[in-house]
């Protein structure tokens, strides 16, 4: 089944504490993206990578780190997390670019106390 | 880019069509639009996209104006998995997208 998967699902940390959400899709798709999402502000870009070794920051990038070293993996990285960073993340993956169907994970809830 | 204005809710009766209006009047040329939804705290799911022409699929019609300043989506027969967040979105073709607040549709039994 196509599909794009994020683990973990769900997170409590404290602050400081490094954490890495994963993120692989199974589709060989080029485009991937990470969004946040928080109440009153909607869906926001946090970064994007159009192929290997290609990443982009996007509207909100401060505070985290990406890496593509594989087509089908594109992880979120929190160095040193912060209260301000709890939120619902969604990756996402399309065929090429953002202008494509892009196909959404199920979501990992974050809580860093 | 060109901003969408959408309602912030509507409601549909179960069966019946959910047409959801969507106002681009700074559309330029080149942009596409988009609609998206999400059914609660899901992932974002794509509908359709369109240019110009009206387009249909399996899940949705998209009907744009002619001077492309307005777009409706159409469900034709809502039930109440459709009751979600719909976005619709306008961007240059392969720019990034930008999800606003959308319209909560709610589908009445």
């Keep these: 089944e196509a599909q794009v998967t994020q ?26 993206s990470w969004y946040r999402q928080d109440p009153g502000l909607g869906l926001r ?3 994007y990578s159009m192929n290997v070794e290609v990443t982009d920051k996007g509207d909100v990038p401060e505070g985290y780190k990406v890496s593509r070293k594989e087509k089908r993996n594109f992880p979120l990285i929190l160095e040193s997390p912060s209260p301000n960073q709890t939120s619902l993340y969604f990756c996402a993956s399309s065929l090429q670019g953002a202008g494509e169907t892009q196909y959404f994970g199920p979501g990992t809830r974050l809580l860093v106390l | 880019d060109a901003k969408t204005t ?10 019946r069509a959910a047409n959801l209006p969507c106002n681009h009047s700074t559309i330029s040329g080149n942009e596409y639009v988009y609609w998206y939804r999400q059914i609660h705290s899901q992932g974002p799911q794509y509908i359709i996209h369109g240019l110009k022409n009206n387009e249909t699929n399996e899940m949705a ?24 967040v719909y976005y619709c979105i306008v961007r240059p073709y392969l720019r990034q997208l930008t999800f606003g607040s959308g319209t909560q549709l709610t589908v009445l039994p």
Aim: glycine share 4%; proline share 5%.
């Design chain 2, 61 to 84: 019609s998209l009907i744009i104006t002619e001077d492309r300043k307005s777009s409706t989506l159409i469900l034709p027969h809502a039930t109440l998995r459709d009751t979600a």
């Design chain 1, 7 to 32: 683990n973990p699902r769900y997170l409590i940390t404290v602050t400081g504490k490094k954490l890495t959400v994963t993120c692989s899709q199974n589709m060989n798709h080029e485009y991937m």
């Design chain 2, 6 to 15: 959408q309602p912030t809710s509507m409601d549909c009766a179960e069966g």
């Design chain 1, 45 to 47: 870009q946090i970064y």
